[in-house]
Structure formats: C-alpha cells, structure tokens
C-alpha cells in the first residue's frame, strides 16, 4: 500500500545547516521508495514530492526581502504563523495524508498521525548554546509533540538513552536511524583537489583541518589552543584550518580567529560542499573537539574522504567514529597537541586510520537512514513492514547493535 507522507520543509527557507541537510538527503533517499507517496510543504505552498534536488534552496533572497519588509509589518509574527498553520493544515485534508513526519522536534499539526525526529538535547544540556526564543519554542511544544506522536526517530543510539532517560518514554517508541554520508563526499587524489585548495593558499596534505558552526558548543577554541602548543615548525609545516559558518553568541571567536597569524592559522568561513570534500580529502588530520552533538557530521563526511579524525571522547562522537578514529578530551588541550604531533609524526598510522575511516563510512548511508524511517511509519500506522523496495528489511533487523559504539 502507498503511504502519503507529509514533510515540513519550511527549514529549508533559512540558510542550510544540519537540520536541512537532514531534510534534503533524507528526501532524496524515500524518493527511490515505490510505497512512499510524498508531500512537503514549502513557502506556504504543498509539493507533491519530497524535499530534494536543486531546486529546494535555501531562500537566502527571499530571507533578505523579508527582513526589509518586516519592520513596516504589524504583528507580523502572529499572521505568518498563524498563515502557515492554516495552510498545511488544509493541505493535510486536502492530500489526504496518512502520517505527518516532523523532521524538525515539533509538529505544526496533529490532525493526522505523527512521527517526529529530535536530532539532540543540546537546548536542555547547552541552553547559552542556543537563542532564547528557541529554547522556550523546544520547551513549550516537545512535551506536546512526545506525548502525542506514534514514533520517534533519533540519529543515534546516544540520543535515543537520552531521550528515554529524559522524557521517560515508552523504549519501544524511540528508534534510531543513523544519517549517512552525504552525496559527493569521498576520497579525492592530489590531482583532484589542487585546483580547489590552491585557490585557497593550501597544499594536499599538509594542514589540519577543523570543520563546524563558529558558536560555543563546537569548542572550537580548544582546537585552537592545542595547535598553539605544537613547535613553530609544525605550526608553519601543518597549519590549522577552520571552515564554518558563524553562529550563535560567534562574535568573540570570530575576532579572535581574525586575529591569528595567517602562517598558523587561516579561517575560511563558509565553505561550499566541493570545496569541503576537497577540504577533507587534502587534510593531513581532521580535529573535532565538539562538547556535544547528537550525530557528529562532519567527522562521518571526513572520514568518507579518506582523512584520519581526531574526535571528543563525548556524547555520540565515539559511536560515529568508532575504532577508525582517534579520541580526545575536549577539555585537555596539551593532551591533544601532544596526539597530534605523534600522529604527524607517523604517516603510517595516519594512513591506517584513513583506510579504517573509509570503511567505517560506508556503512552510513542515507538509503539505509530511509529503509528505517519508512519501516518506522508504517509500524507507526500498525501496517506489515513488508513493502515493494528492493532493499527493504525488518524494523528489528535495521536497529542497532548494526554500528557499535567504542565508548570508554
């Protein structure tokens, strides 16, 4: 039987992040599903399909026009929330929608069954991590959500203990469907990424790398601070690269990378997605010393490019990464200058790890991501789990223990 499934794509109206990017590969991935009959709701409007493909954007344009009319706007926040609630509302009626599946913590409706997926509690662990209005949003509306919803997807097995442990729900209820490694990440040859990274002032294999939003919680200054403590010469030989967007409470870490020696230190900003596999694939080390983080991206997208990762020994960090990578103390940065230097020091070991990291990765992949969450709506709606995809197995059989942690 086809399942209408309904999708909030109204995130991907803001600039792309983590959440986004979700949305998108998540999208791409149940489109190849002959039994998944998608709808998403997008600027206002419904789409019969899911949210891939080019033409799903960002809406940066459209962000800038809206932030000059808003101040000649009255109550202008009540009408547009108050607008889209009635709009996809109507559209679930009008679609006739089976399941609604919010990929974004809380649902604009419950006028149809609901799944939801929550990424991490970083709002109730790191509140200062994000805007307030956030925070009271997630308070107000995910209690709701999880006493209402037939299921919950959470990215990792980390996440999931969390949820349980916080929320007190139902184990049976809460499923783990890991991400996967996005398209166009794998690993590239000199020959490939000189172009790229000469343009910008680097040479394959020699810098470290570290990739992440330019905000607290990522810990980017400890990375910094242990690549202060390596001798000069390995300073000038490898220096730190940091790529990422700026964000919330960014402005004391962005004058302070402004800031740094060039020959030690280059801070690129926003990259985009060719340029960061490029970025991946030159690099002599990845570094990612995030205090918290629900699934951890960017070490999955590094190792899928052939670079040996150095992770925190936190949160899911150590199930992503397991044994292909290196731990670290997030809070100990001679600890992690001293593991650096020993791993430039043995490009033997920097190239097992890379070959480990390679085949941790492609065990991620969105295809799988889909097999889970498609399995999860339709034990959500009380239907057999068998259906016409290819690939498709057992609920049971797609959860972990498929990717064991390496947790200390």
């Known amino acids: 039987m086809s399942l209408r499934i309904a999708f909030n794509a109204t995130p991907l109206l803001s600039p792309i992040t983590g959440i986004g990017n979700y949305i998108l590969e998540l999208g791409a991935a149940l489109a190849s599903f002959p039994d998944i009959d998608a709808y998403s709701f997008y600027r206002y409007r419904w789409r019969h399909a899911p949210p891939a493909g080019q033409d799903w954007g960002d809406g940066m344009l459209g962000q800038r026009v809206l932030q000059g009319i808003k101040p000649l706007v009255p109550f202008r926040a009540a009408m547009r929330h108050s607008t889209k609630l009635l709009g996809f509302s109507r559209g679930l009626r009008e679609h006739r929608i089976d399941l609604y599946h919010e990929q974004n913590y809380v649902p604009l409706s419950y006028d149809v069954p609901v799944v939801i997926t929550i990424h991490d509690l970083s709002w109730i662990r790191y509140p200062a991590a994000h805007p307030i209005d ?25 996440i999931r203990r969390e949820v349980l442990t916080t929320f007190g729900l139902d184990c049976e209820s809460v499923h783990v469907a890991h991400l996967g490694v996005p398209r166009g990440f794998s690993p590239r040859p000199p020959s490939s990424t000189v172009r790229s990274l000469g343009e910008l002032g680097l040479e394959h294999g020699q810098f470290i790398l570290t990739v992440g939003t330019i905000e607290p919680r990522k810990n980017l200054v400890h990375v910094l601070e242990a690549h202060a403590l390596l001798p000069e010469a390995l300073k000038s030989e490898y220096p730190l690269v ?42 002599a080390l990845f570094a990612f010393p995030s205090i918290y983080e629900g699934f951890g991206l960017p070490p999955l997208e590094a190792m899928a490019c052939g670079a040996p990762v150095i992770v925190s020994d936190r949160s899911s960090l150590p199930e992503i990464v397991g044994g292909a990578g290196v731990m670290m103390n997030p809070e100990d940065p001679e600890s992690t200058a001293a593991t650096i230097q020993e791993l430039l020091a043995d490009p033997g070991r920097r190239l097992e790890m890379s070959r480990q990291g390679v085949e941790r990765a492609s065990r991620f992949t969105w295809t799988r991501c889909a097999e889970v969450t498609s399995a999860v709506y339709r034990s959500a709606l009380g239907l057999p789990e068998e259906s016409s995809h290819p690939n498709r197995t057992r609920l049971d059989a797609l959860s972990p223990p498929a990717i064991q942690p390496n947790v200390k």
């Not at 956030?134 to 990792?156: C, H, I, M």
Request: aromatic share 8%; proline share 1%.
């Open 134 to 158: 956030r925070v009271r949003w997630l308070e107000r509306g995910l209690p709701r959500a999880l006493d209402t919803a037939r299921a919950v997807l959470v990215d990792s097995e980390f």
């Open 242 to 283: 940091i790529a990422g967007a700026r964000g919330w409470r960014s402005q004391g870490m962005l004058t302070r990378l402004r800031s740094q020696d060039d020959r030690h230190v280059r801070f690129l900003g926003h990259v985009t997605s060719e340029e960061l596999a490029c970025l991946y694939s030159g690099a």
